[in-house]
């Protein structure tokens, strides 16, 4: 069936470093989406790309959609603790149905 | 707007019992699903609604019932609790799936079934 992987599970840094997340896909997705979910909260909407080698920013945050549209990733520059929680790609095939990644769970160390 | 509520935020249950988990929304949107989410797995989606009346399988939907009689609910339904079923329940809609809409998602339900 479908599947979205994501990796890495778990990534520590020191507030400034840079971090990234990536998801890939076995076959090509129509658009995928970008969540952010807080300690203890709900998934919030961050961003959508649709479109091959789409490239979306938002502040520090660099969105990438491949150019196979089977693959993705979230970059974020200069992290602050403001940013720490877990990141998730949900990938949609036309068939009425996301498919999430397992999550990027971000810990930033002021 | 309330957007996407979810009620309970707690529930404990006893195994075999049932229960009915709670979502309702005011944005008028047709594109309602639920999700569990487990530590390490992200979120799998259970059941979907495309509009009232319509409702399709998700990806674990063994163990859960769902109807949509109106558009702004969209009730999941326990029919015996395993501890299987132990997890966070969230419940999120759309105008519709797939671009240019995002889901809107609840609060969530923490169940403990023991």
Known sequence: ?110 | NAGVTQTPKFQVLKTGQSMTLQCAQDMNHEYMSWYRQDPGMGLRLIHYSVGAGITDQGEVPNGYNVSRSTTEDFPLRLLSAAPSQTSVYFCASSTAPGPPYEQYFGPGTRLTVT
């Open chain 1, 1 to 110: 069936g479908q599947q979205v992987m994501q990796i890495p599970q778990y990534q520590h840094v020191q507030e400034g470093e840079d971090f990234t997340t990536y998801c890939n896909s076995s076959t090509t997705l129509s658009n995928i989406q970008w969540y952010k979910q807080r300690p203890g909260g709900h998934p919030v909407f961050l961003i959508q790309l649709v479109k091959s080698g789409e490239v979306k920013k938002q502040k520090r945050l660099t969105f990438q959609f491949g150019e196979a549209k089977k693959n993705s990733s979230l970059h974020i520059t200069a992290t602050q603790t403001t940013d720490v929680g877990t990141y998730f790609c949900a990938g949609y095939y036309n068939f009425n149905k996301f498919y999430f990644g397992s999550g990027t769970k971000l810990n930033v160390k002021p």
